[in-house]
């Protein structure tokens, strides 16, 4: 497909840590329509509607639950949380792209579209929380400070299209990463995309198939091993709680997208 055929060359022979220069170039020369997808993760939406005894916007003693969206691209899932009265976090490492959903953001949160309800009545029913998108690459600290409170993690975070944009050999330092950045009792929900897709084949996308169970359950680096299956690691410190073939999802999926959401032990 050309949209592969023009991402995996642009990243092709780059060292990992020119990765995210990589991405502020594609920001910054208007390629963002290589991964946009137009609107918020239906599976994410059918997630929140359909489960909110397993993640509310409010904790029992009514204080907003915070997620964070790593990787946010044009703003479209922190947004939607927003919408669904989150205190949402997105992040994101080119400035031009942090402008971009900082603009989308302030028209949605005033006039939201239509695809960030499961049902057209949601839309009136749900009270608005709020959406901040922060500048930073997320393997470092300095973007913290823009969180408000004194929690330094997360509810929740969300992964879509991250990790597989990211090179495998950062694949660890994500799962390490994510295992801070989850509050223990919190959830990392994970829509799996591209599955389709044979690992061995150069990305971005990089395919995932069997990496996001290797990563979280299995403690290992994402690479080896990938595939064979078998039992969760005892010391684990992710366990699967739901593992959802949504209802929709994006085309781009094949069908095959799957959501996975783990729950952050105390490990
Ligand atoms: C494939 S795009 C997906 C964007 C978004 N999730 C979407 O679905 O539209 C990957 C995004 O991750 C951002 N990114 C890459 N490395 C990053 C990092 N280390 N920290 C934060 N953002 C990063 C890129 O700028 C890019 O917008």
């Not at 901040?132 to 913290?144: A, C, H, Q, S």
Request: aromatic fraction near 12%; hydrophobic fraction near 35%.
């Amino acid at each position: 497909m050309q949209y592969q055929t023009r991402l995996v060359s642009h990243f092709k022979d780059r060292s990992i840590d020119q990765h995210g220069t990589g991405w502020s170039e594609l920001w910054d020369s208007n390629q963002n329509d290589l991964w946009d997808r137009g609107y918020a993760s239906p599976p994410l939406l059918e997630f929140i509607t359909t489960k909110p005894d397993v993640l509310a916007a409010r904790s029992s003693c009514g204080r907003r639950r915070t997620v964070l969206i790593p990787g946010c691209g044009r703003g479209y899932d922190p947004v939607m949380l927003a919408l669904h009265g989150f205190e949402a976090y997105g992040l994101e490492i080119s400035q031009t792209a942090v402008a971009t959903a900082r603009r989308y953001a302030d028209a949605q949160m005033k006039e939201p579209s239509a695809y960030n309800f499961w049902t057209s009545s949601d839309k009136e029913r749900v009270p608005a929380g709020e959406v901040t998108i922060l500048e930073g690459d997320y393997f470092k600290d300095n973007w913290l400070e823009g969180i408000k409170g004194e929690h330094k993690n997360f509810d929740a975070v969300y992964d879509y299209t991250f990790l597989c944009a990211l090179p495998p050999e950062l694949r660890k330092a994500w799962a390490d990463r994510a295992a801070q950045m989850v509050r223990a009792g919190g959830l990392l929900i994970c829509l799996e995309f591209p599955l389709w897709k044979e690992r061995d084949l150069p990305g971005p996308p990089w395919g995932l198939d069997g990496v996001y169970w290797n990563l979280l359950a299995q403690n290992g680096n994402g690479i080896d091993g990938v595939g064979d299956g078998g039992a969760a690691a005892p010391n684990a410190r992710f366990t699967r709680e739901f593992y959802i073939q949504p209802q929709r999802s994006y085309e781009q999926g094949r069908g095959a997208d799957r959501l996975s959401v783990w729950r952050r032990t105390p490990n």
